[in-house]
């Protein structure tokens, strides 16, 4: 059984992975045009460093909360130490 903490974790998780993918489907699919000049003209480059950063910070909390989880699993099954 995951504790509501382990839960929250693991929903802030999904949620800052699904940003990111979302900000890099709407940049592509924002289209880029090249003008005469050769200038590239990106209007929504701002979600590709936001789209990593949601990512990156997805992936940080995931392995945060694998550790509480393992951390966890490990204290609830450790012997007790013995009382002299």
Do not use: N
Request: hydrophobic share 50%.
């Amino acid at each position: 059984m995951t504790s509501p903490a382990s839960r929250k974790m693991l929903r802030l998780t999904v949620t800052l992975v699904v940003i990111g993918v979302v900000c890099f489907i709407s940049s592509g699919l924002a289209g880029t045009e090249i003008d005469v000049q050769g200038v590239l003209h990106e209007p929504f480059f701002f979600l590709i460093p936001l789209g990593w950063l949601c990512i990156f910070s997805g992936v940080v909390s995931g392995v945060i909360a694998y550790c509480l989880h393992r951390m966890q699993s490990f204290r609830k099954h450790a012997p007790e130490p013995e009382r002299l």
